[in-house]
């Protein structure tokens, strides 16, 4: 017969270990700082230790690092950006938003040096910028680049002229001229708000359609494909340092829609539009990711014409729940895309659309699909990460 006192004790030590993949440690942490058996406290970062697979004894979770799981981060790497940048590329960043900026764990890890750059999610995008015609709000992208700049992080301005979030005050009706002049006063104040500021604008974004023509959207039906000229002739003039871009999805891949971004880019440089750049998005699904050579080879048909190249905006989603097979094909893809980037000297980096889960936007675009960033929603680095070390790595 077991007396009430020795129960209570009993059920405190059950209590008293944190449960699979739960927290263990951390900054302001209270709770228990031991696993159950076969788990052990992992030190992730200064606000959290989680219980992960293996048998390292139940340790604390303090502050050391004690154990990592066979699959998930052993890496040492504490920077991305520098590691990148001992390798010949200019960053490593990530995409941030100003509602994320009061988390302080989350910036913590953003600005503690294991990133190089910052792009703005949302707060440079042309509707939150001129919410009134000729009336321009930048506090909130201002915010983004004084966080990066007082972290000496370089900043990519995103994005200048896109199909989504534009203001709700331009009319389809307004006439082609009409709808020039309003596009060019929004970059000429724009850019010249930011100028000598940031490294580079994606200047046109995602101007082409998944089919392989161009996107139907308010510019190109009233005033053609001449508005992508436009658009860059305008930034160039505001800043002409800013290194300029054409930033869209799906160029990883080979068939219609790369022809035509090929196509299209190619007359533009034989025009002499001010064109310095050509932004991958890199939003990739598990498993489903083209070899590096490949990704490469699309590439360096833009750096042939003399422009550069970057990833601008990874993400690796998967159908949900993750498994331990969906993140090792994950670690795999993220491996795939940064080799890809290494195989081109003129890919000059690399930026992940947000660190974390815990801020992508893809669970709120793709029904049942996530978990498609480097870092979980906790925080902890994925393996993933390592698939980013690995693929950083893989030249020289
Ligand atoms: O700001 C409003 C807020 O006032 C309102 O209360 C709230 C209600 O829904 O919406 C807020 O706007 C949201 C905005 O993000 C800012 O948070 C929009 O609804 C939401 O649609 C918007 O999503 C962004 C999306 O672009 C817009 O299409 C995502 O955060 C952003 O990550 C995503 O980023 C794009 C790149 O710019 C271009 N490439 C693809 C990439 C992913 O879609």
Request: aromatic share 10%; proline share 5%; hydrophobic share 35%.
């Amino acid at each position: 017969m077991i007396s009430a006192g020795i129960l209570l004790a009993l059920i405190s030590v059950v209590v008293a270990q944190s449960q699979p993949y739960g927290q263990c440690g951390g900054q302001g942490w209270t709770g228990a700082t031991t696993c159950t058996s076969g788990w052990t406290c992992t030190y992730s970062n200064p606000y959290y230790s989680q219980c992960l697979p293996g048998t390292g004894g139940g340790s604390t979770g303090g502050g050391s690092q004690t154990t990592s799981p066979t699959s998930g981060p052993t890496s040492t790497v504490t920077s991305l950006n520098a590691l990148a940048k001992s390798k010949g590329k200019l960053y490593f960043g990530s995409a941030t938003d100003n509602p994320e900026l009061t988390d302080a764990p989350y910036v913590s890890i953003l600005t503690g040096g294991m990133f190089g750059q910052i792009t703005p999610g949302n707060s440079m995008k042309w509707g939150p910028t001129e919410p009134s015609q000729g009336t321009y709000s930048y506090t909130q992208g201002d915010a983004v680049l004084s966080l990066a700049t007082s972290h000496n992080m370089i900043v990519r301005g995103h994005n200048l002229c896109w199909y989504e979030q534009l203001p709700s005050w331009l009319s389809s009706s307004s006439s082609n001229a009409t709808l020039v002049s309003i596009l060019q006063a929004h970059i000429q104040s724009e850019v010249t708000h930011y100028k000598g500021q940031v490294y580079a604008w994606d200047v046109v974004n995602e101007p082409f359609d998944d089919s392989g023509v161009m996107r139907s959207w308010l510019y190109q039906n009233v005033v053609g494909t001449s508005y992508i000229a436009d658009a860059f002739n305008a930034a160039h003039a505001a800043d002409p340092n800013a290194k300029l871009y054409l930033n869209d999805y799906n160029l990883e891949y080979s068939g219609a829609k790369f022809n035509l971004a090929l196509s299209t880019i190619t007359t533009l440089v034989q025009q002499g539009v001010p064109i310095h750049g050509v932004g991958f998005e890199g939003h990739m699904i598990v498993g489903s990711v083209p070899s590096a050579a490949s990704i490469a080879a699309n590439m360096e048909k833009f750096t042939a014409l003399g422009l550069e190249v970057a990833f601008t905006e990874i993400d690796i989603r998967m159908t949900l729940p993750a498994t331990a097979a969906l993140l090792a094909q994950q670690q795999t893809d993220y491996q795939t895309m940064v080799t890809a980037c290494m195989m081109v000297a003129k890919c000059v980096g690399i930026t992940v659309w947000d660190y974390t889960d815990k801020y992508s936007w893809v669970p709120s675009t793709f029904s049942g699909q996530g978990e498609a960033c480097p870092w979980d929603a906790n925080l902890v680095e994925k393996p993933a990460f390592n698939g980013i070390v690995a693929g950083l790595n893989s030249q020289g």
